[in-house]
């Protein structure tokens, strides 16, 4: 089986701070881990995934992400958070060899970043 | 090149009634997704459609939902006999290819409300 944790429900931070979005993961074999984006009565945007190869994956809209094995987490982060950044963040895995294609959310971290 | 498009975008039934809910999925991509998200949770997958094939309904509830993606025109997700527990917002997602580490695109979702 596979799962994900988001162990924060919401994140703050001042606009030009870094910002860190935690996500760790469950799978049996090794995992294909995705970030998206949720704006208000909005559908999910892509933003990143881990697929092979580098540890530090670059996405959308300056956002980056550390795969990290032995930690089996996948961190969201951004070295200088914008106001408009402020949504709801989701983490997604799925199993490269078992189970389907389905893949498995995160309950989602809410991110308030204030001026 | 058009993202996914669902309609309608809000959907209001009374109890037992049916719901119908469309997905047209981004042009060229031929595997649908559809997943439902409760209020202040992440998304659960619920189905995994090809042209004309179910491939995974894992997800599913047994009873009162049914989905299909026909060789012409969108897929639907049919409930039927709608209960207040149905209310939430349902996502449908595309992707190109089968492959895990395919990227899902996302729609913006339809949000069903039972009264």
């Known amino acids: 089986a596979q799962s994900v944790a988001q162990p924060e429900d919401q994140v703050n931070v001042a606009e030009g701070n870094p910002l860190t979005v935690k996500c760790t993961y469950s799978v049996s074999g090794n995992p294909y881990l995705f970030w998206y984006v949720q704006y208000p009565n909005r559908g999910l945007q892509f933003l990143l995934k881990y697929i092979t190869g580098d540890n530090l994956v670059k996405g959308s809209y300056g956002f980056e992400a550390e795969f990290n094995k032995s930690q089996t987490s996948f961190h969201l982060k951004k070295p200088s958070a914008l106001v408009s950044d402020s949504a709801l963040y989701f983490c997604a895995v799925r199993d490269q060899r078992i189970g389907g294609n389905m893949l498995t959310f995160g309950g989602g971290t809410r991110l308030m970043v204030k001026p | 090149n058009a993202g996914v498009m669902q309609n309608p975008r809000h959907l209001v039934r009374r109890r037992g009634q049916e719901a119908r809910l469309r997905c047209s999925p981004m042009?060229?991509?031929?595997?649908v997704y559809w997943y439902r998200q409760l209020p202040e949770e992440g998304l659960k997958f619920m189905v995994y459609?090809?042209?004309?094939?179910?491939?995974?309904e894992s997800g599913m509830p047994k009873e009162r939902f049914s989905a299909e993606f026909p060789k012409e025109g969108p897929s639907i997700l049919r409930i039927q006999q709608v209960v207040r527990g149905d209310s939430a917002a349902y996502f449908c997602?595309?992707?190109?290819?089968?492959?895990?580490?395919?990227?899902?695109?996302f729609g913006p979702g339809t949000r069903l409300l039972v009264l």
């Open positions: 997602a595309s992707s190109p290819r089968q492959g895990k580490g395919e990227t899902q695109y």
């Open positions: 459609l090809q042209k004309e094939n179910i491939i995974d």
């Open positions: 042009k060229g991509h031929s595997h």
